[in-house]
């Protein structure tokens, strides 16, 4: 293996610099350095003597941290985006194998290692770009009174003007034309058909019109689907996209709200990964053991012809609908102060037709992946990630993530070039493909190499797209959390006002924006789905951590979201004015996160924090989940029992990692004394990089879904969005109520029993002998 070489080189070269004592040093290591004080001589090794009696590690680690975080540069951030976003770039295209090269380009002139692309051969969707998509109105004798053109226009030409930008479609849409009655259902919530159904309305045989917001789209039309509709229409509600009125001094390219010919673009597909290769890897020689039929059946794709409309277009359907006004939270903005009806649907009788045109093409997709090898522990990997692939330009989503990982991995080279540094730990870069159409190209990633990752990978770190510029927001798992807190406390705060205001760092203002108010911490959430940590995550068991910059807004996304206005004015005029410094602090908070992961002596995990929040908050919302059971006392008894067990073995593994804490700090005080000796480190870590796949069930959590495994925390099955805790247990309850018999019961214990078992193997490995 190339790392095993290259790492003992690189420490060698990094041990002629003074401030070597950072990093622990393994035995190769040592041996080495011997032979080199021996050929340097006794000036140098006096230096390192010296250094290693007066700085701490603690001081160099922050010597590190600032010069790396001094490196990254905005401009270089502003190139890099301009590069990545000349072009349209769908993942499949041509287009996106040039982002791909550019990528690797920029990877290897600043210095990276071993940057290759890694192929797979994937399903992916595209429309007709010569023939785009319509809404059409007909009145009864046949007239068409209304026709949406189905392209954005061009707004600013410099950056807009590639070819079939404006092309308004969705991924895996169903190909065909529909005529029907439309019917409004709201968000296409479980609920709101449930209260479509109460209000008397059949959506049956109809074509749903639904808001975007409050859930992934493919979820909506699986929903549509399941409750008969043939056709479905998504639009943006002004209400969440253009808050300040649809008047163009309101909207871009005035501000960031959407103006009023644009849509979101996006994918249909429900779960993750390429839809005819589920659990293996989309590699050109292995079989592909689903058909595309097999895929519709299983409601991976829709089957019914579906587009996305501006809120204009939507405004000429609304204002002709029928029946009843809609209840008020089902009432948005279109129009002003337009009155929604729910259908079905038209006056006059004018008829409604949707034409979709839509393809399936297997495509060759490519990752790109590159190293920086590590000093001491070149097997060891802290993992960045992003995707690349986008709808159009993609300069917010994905590109504002694709430059900073470059200038951070640009700012590290630089960092190792001028000074002694070289992380302890390897650095891997990882750009993802097709991600838009359904994070595929990090889980056939994650598929091919799950048996790897599992022993090498120590956390993967992913850094999407930089929604707004309010405040940092960070998802994790809860090992981590106090470690993303410390690093966000390292960031210099990006803008000008909160500085002035006193809030200095990163840490400052997310605790003022998203304060949790029971912990006094700032709000940390568990990641769900939606973007590429997830199958790091939910199918290997690799910590991860998800971050952004977004708003205070309680809506899912920015208003801009995937429409073609995504270019970099908008990143450099309208969201980052201040000379792109949000961009920056982001590449200083992801180099901070990963230098600390890749250079402290014990990984930075803390397995109490996990017992305590099961404690505090996953056993109690448990309880109250089961306590909801409509069950004889028997019964309840049964499931009492178990849950009375499994919060044994949590208090059980409270007391055990308060113990191991103890552990790690005479390990770390022994290391101090005997730097030499890294027998024991790597023992705790060994341990520490275990916790996580404790949680992994190869069964899988969810009999409809094998790939998702962790049983604390698995996508959610009916918003691919969020996440539900303790899957397994949620999914039995609602099989069991759906259906009330002895054995569906009898699963709701064992599932839980599988959370204790879980629980019971971090037990396990923090004890010293079985
Ligand atoms: C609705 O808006 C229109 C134009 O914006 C205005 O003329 C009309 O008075 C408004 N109606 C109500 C009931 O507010
Ligand atoms: C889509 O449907 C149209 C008819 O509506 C048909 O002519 C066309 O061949 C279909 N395209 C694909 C890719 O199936
Ligand atoms: C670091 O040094 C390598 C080797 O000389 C060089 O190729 C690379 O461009 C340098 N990177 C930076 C960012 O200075
Ligand atoms: C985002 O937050 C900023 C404050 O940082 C505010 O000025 C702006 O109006 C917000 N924008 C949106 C779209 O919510
Ligand atoms: C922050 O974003 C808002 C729009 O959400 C914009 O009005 C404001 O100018 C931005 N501030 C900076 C400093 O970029
Ligand atoms: C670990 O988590 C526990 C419980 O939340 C907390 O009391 C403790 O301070 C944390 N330890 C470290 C080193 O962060
Ligand atoms: C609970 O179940 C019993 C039958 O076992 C049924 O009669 C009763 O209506 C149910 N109660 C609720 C609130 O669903």
Same mark, same amino acid.
């Given at each position: &293996?190339?790392?095993?070489?290259?790492?003992?080189?690189?420490?060698?070269?990094?041990?002629?610099?003074?401030?070597?004592?950072?990093?622990?040093?393994?035995?190769?290591?040592?041996?080495?350095?011997?032979?080199?004080?021996?050929?340097?001589?006794?000036?140098?090794?006096?230096?390192?003597?010296?250094?290693?009696?007066?700085?701490?590690?603690?001081?160099?680690?922050?010597?590190?941290?600032?010069?790396?975080?001094?490196?990254?540069?905005?401009?270089?951030?502003?190139?890099?985006?301009?590069?990545?976003?000349?072009?349209?770039?769908?993942?499949?295209?041509?287009?996106?194998?040039?982002?791909?090269?550019?990528?690797?380009?920029?990877?290897?002139?600043?210095?990276?290692?071993?940057?290759?692309?890694?192929?797979?051969?994937?399903? #992916?969707?595209?429309?007709?770009?010569?023939?785009?998509?319509?809404?059409?109105?007909?009145?009864?004798?046949?007239?068409?009174?209304?026709?949406?053109?189905?392209?954005?226009?061009?707004?600013?030409?410099?950056?807009?003007?590639?070819?079939?930008?404006?092309?308004?479609?969705?991924?895996?849409?169903?190909?065909?034309?529909?005529?029907?009655?439309?019917?409004?259902?709201?968000?296409? *919530?479980?609920?709101?058909?449930?209260?479509?159904?109460?209000?008397?309305?059949?959506?049956?045989?109809? $074509?749903?019109? &639904?808001?975007?917001?409050?859930?992934?789209?493919?979820?909506?039309?699986?929903?549509?689907?399941?409750?008969?509709?043939?056709?479905?229409?998504?639009?943006?509600?002004?209400?969440?996209?253009?808050?300040?009125?649809?008047?163009?001094?309101?909207?871009?390219?005035?501000?960031?709200?959407?103006?009023?010919?644009?849509?979101?673009?996006?994918?249909? &597909?429900?779960?993750?990964?390429? /839809?005819?290769? /589920?659990?293996?890897?989309?590699?050109?020689?292995?079989?592909?053991?689903?058909?595309?039929?097999? @895929?519709?059946?299983?409601?991976?794709?829709?089957?019914?012809?579906?587009?996305?409309?501006?809120?204009?277009?939507?405004?000429?359907?609304?204002?002709?609908?029928?029946?009843? /006004?809609?209840?008020?939270?089902? !009432?948005?903005?279109?129009?002003?102060?337009?009155? %929604?009806? #729910?259908?079905?649907?038209?006056?006059?009788?004018?008829?409604?037709?949707?034409?979709?045109?839509?393809?399936? !093409?297997?495509?060759?997709?490519?990752?790109?992946?590159?190293?920086?090898?590590?000093?001491?522990?070149? =097997?060891?990997?802290?993992?960045?990630?992003?995707?690349? =692939?986008?709808?159009?330009?993609?300069?917010?989503?994905?590109?504002?993530?694709?430059?900073?990982?470059?200038?951070?991995?640009?700012?590290?080279?630089?960092?190792?070039?001028?000074?002694?540094?070289?992380?302890?730990?390897?650095?891997?870069?990882?750009?993802?493909?097709?991600?838009?159409?359904?994070?595929?190209?990090?889980?056939?990633?994650?598929?091919?190499?799950?048996?790897?990752?599992?022993?090498?990978?120590?956390?993967?770190?992913?850094?999407? *797209? $930089?929604?707004?510029?309010?405040?940092?927001?960070?998802?994790?798992?809860?090992?981590?959390?106090?470690?993303?807190?410390?690093?966000?406390? !390292?960031?210099?705060?990006?803008?000008?006002?909160?500085?002035?205001?006193?809030?200095?760092?990163?840490?400052?203002?997310?605790?003022?924006?998203?304060?949790?108010?029971?912990?006094?911490?700032?709000?940390?959430?568990?990641?769900?789905?939606?973007? =590429?940590?997830?199958?790091? #995550?939910?199918?290997?068991?690799?910590?991860?951590?998800?971050?952004?910059?977004?708003?205070?807004?309680?809506?899912?996304?920015?208003?801009?979201?995937?429409?073609?206005?995504?270019?970099?004015?908008?990143?450099?005029?309208?969201?980052?004015?201040?000379?792109?410094?949000?961009?920056?602090?982001?590449?200083?908070?992801?180099?901070? #996160?990963?230098?600390?992961? @890749?250079?402290?002596?014990?990984?930075?995990?803390?397995?109490?924090?996990?017992?305590?929040?099961?404690?505090?908050?996953?056993?109690?919302?448990?309880?109250?989940?089961?306590?909801?059971?409509?069950?004889?006392?028997? =019964?309840?008894?049964? $499931?009492?029992?178990?849950?009375?067990?499994?919060?044994?073995?949590?208090?059980?593994?409270?007391?055990?990692?308060?113990?191991?804490?103890?552990?790690?700090?005479?390990?770390?005080?022994?290391?101090? !004394?005997?730097?030499?000796?890294?027998?024991?480190?790597?023992?705790?870590?060994?341990?520490?990089?275990?916790?996580?796949?404790?949680?992994?069930?190869?069964?899988?959590?969810?009999?409809?879904?094998?790939?998702?495994?962790?049983?604390?925390?698995?996508?959610?099955?009916?918003?691919? %969005?969020?996440?539900?805790?303790?899957?397994?247990?949620?999914?039995?309850?609602?099989?069991?109520?759906?259906?009330?018999?002895?054995?569906?019961?009898?699963?709701?214990?064992?599932?839980?029993? $599988?959370?204790?078992?879980?629980?019971?193997?971090?037990?396990?490995?923090?004890?010293?002998?079985?």
């Amino acid at each position: &293996m190339p790392y095993v070489g290259v790492g003992a080189q690189k420490a060698s070269t990094s041990l002629t610099g003074p401030p070597m004592v950072k990093a622990y040093i393994s035995i190769t290591v040592s041996l080495l350095f011997v032979l080199l004080v021996a050929a340097v001589g006794l000036h140098h090794s006096e230096r390192r003597f010296n250094h290693f009696k007066r700085v701490t590690i603690e001081d160099v680690h922050l010597e590190d941290s600032k010069t790396l975080t001094k490196n990254i540069n905005s401009e270089n951030i502003k190139e890099y985006l301009r590069t990545f976003t000349k072009d349209p770039h769908i993942a499949g295209t041509d287009a996106n194998k040039k982002v791909a090269y550019a990528i690797a380009n920029a990877w290897s002139n600043a210095g990276l290692e071993d940057v290759h692309t890694i192929p797979y051969e994937v399903l #992916l969707s595209y429309p007709d770009f010569e023939n785009p998509n319509s809404v059409v109105i007909r009145s009864r004798d046949g007239r068409e009174v209304f026709k949406s053109k189905g392209v954005s226009p061009v707004i600013l030409p410099d950056e807009q003007s590639g070819k079939h930008a404006g092309h308004q479609w969705l991924a895996y849409a169903g190909n065909g034309s529909v005529s029907s009655d439309v019917v409004y259902v709201n968000r296409g *919530t479980e609920t709101d058909f449930k209260n479509l159904k109460l209000m008397g309305v059949d959506i049956n045989g109809k $074509i749903a019109l &639904m808001r975007y917001g409050h859930g992934f789209r493919g979820d909506k039309i699986h929903k549509a689907q399941l409750h008969g509709a043939v056709g479905a229409i998504l639009f943006s509600d002004p209400s969440d996209v253009a808050q300040d009125g649809e008047k163009q001094a309101n909207v871009y390219p005035k501000t960031v709200w959407m103006p009023n010919e644009a849509v979101q673009r996006g994918s249909l &597909m429900h779960g993750d990964g390429d /839809p005819l290769s /589920p659990y293996y890897p989309a590699k050109k020689e292995l079989y592909k053991s689903r058909t595309i039929d097999e @895929a519709k059946e299983d409601r991976v794709l829709p089957k019914i012809p579906v587009l996305p409309i501006s809120y204009t277009t939507a405004y000429q359907i609304l204002k002709r609908m029928n029946g009843r /006004p809609v209840p008020s939270d089902w !009432q948005g903005l279109v129009g002003g102060n337009l009155t %929604y009806k #729910l259908g079905p649907g038209f006056v006059n009788n004018d008829r409604l037709t949707i034409n979709v045109h839509s393809e399936l !093409q297997t495509k060759r997709i490519r990752n790109v992946i590159g190293y920086i090898h590590g000093a001491e522990e070149p =097997d060891k990997y802290i993992m960045l990630g992003n995707h690349f =692939d986008a709808w159009v330009y993609g300069s917010i989503d994905p590109n504002s993530g694709t430059a900073v990982l470059a200038e951070v991995a640009r700012a590290m080279m630089q960092t190792i070039n001028e000074t002694s540094w070289r992380p302890a730990r390897t650095i891997v870069f990882n750009a993802w493909d097709a991600e838009e159409f359904g994070l595929i190209g990090s889980t056939e990633f994650v598929e091919e190499y799950v048996d790897i990752l599992q022993k090498r990978a120590v956390v993967y770190i992913n850094m999407d *797209t $930089i929604q707004g510029n309010a405040s940092l927001n960070v998802e994790t798992v809860p090992s981590i959390e106090y470690m993303v807190i410390e690093a966000s406390k !390292q960031v210099e705060s990006p803008s000008k006002r909160e500085k002035a205001r006193g809030r200095n760092t990163l840490y400052d203002t997310w605790m003022k924006v998203f304060p949790d108010k029971k912990t006094g911490k700032p709000k940390i959430r568990v990641p769900g789905g939606g973007t =590429d940590h997830a199958p790091f #995550l939910n199918f290997a068991g690799v910590p991860v951590i998800n971050f952004n910059f977004k708003n205070y807004s309680t809506f899912d996304t920015y208003p801009l979201y995937h429409t073609m206005y995504e270019t970099p004015f908008t990143n450099i005029h309208l969201m980052d004015t201040d000379n792109l410094a949000v961009h920056r602090a982001i590449g200083q908070y992801w180099a901070e #996160l990963a230098r600390t992961f @890749a250079d402290e002596v014990i990984l930075p995990m803390n397995v109490t924090n996990l017992a305590q929040i099961m404690m505090s908050s996953y056993l109690p919302q448990l309880q109250a989940q089961l306590g909801g059971l409509n069950i004889s006392r028997t =019964d309840a008894e049964a $499931i009492r029992n178990q849950f009375v067990n499994l919060k044994k073995t949590t208090t059980d593994l409270f007391h055990m990692s308060k113990k191991f804490e103890e552990t790690i700090h005479f390990t770390r005080h022994s290391f101090s !004394q005997n730097p030499y000796d890294p027998k024991h480190i790597n023992g705790v870590n060994d341990r520490l990089m275990s916790i996580e796949k404790c949680f992994i069930n190869p069964r899988g959590v969810s009999k409809h879904n094998p790939s998702a495994r962790h049983v604390l925390f698995s996508v959610s099955d009916s918003d691919s %969005y969020s996440n539900s805790l303790m899957a397994g247990i949620g999914n039995a309850i609602n099989d069991y109520n759906e259906s009330p018999t002895n054995k569906l019961l009898r699963e709701i214990i064992n599932q839980i029993s $599988i959370v204790q078992y879980s629980v019971l193997c971090v037990v396990n490995t923090l004890r010293d002998v079985i």
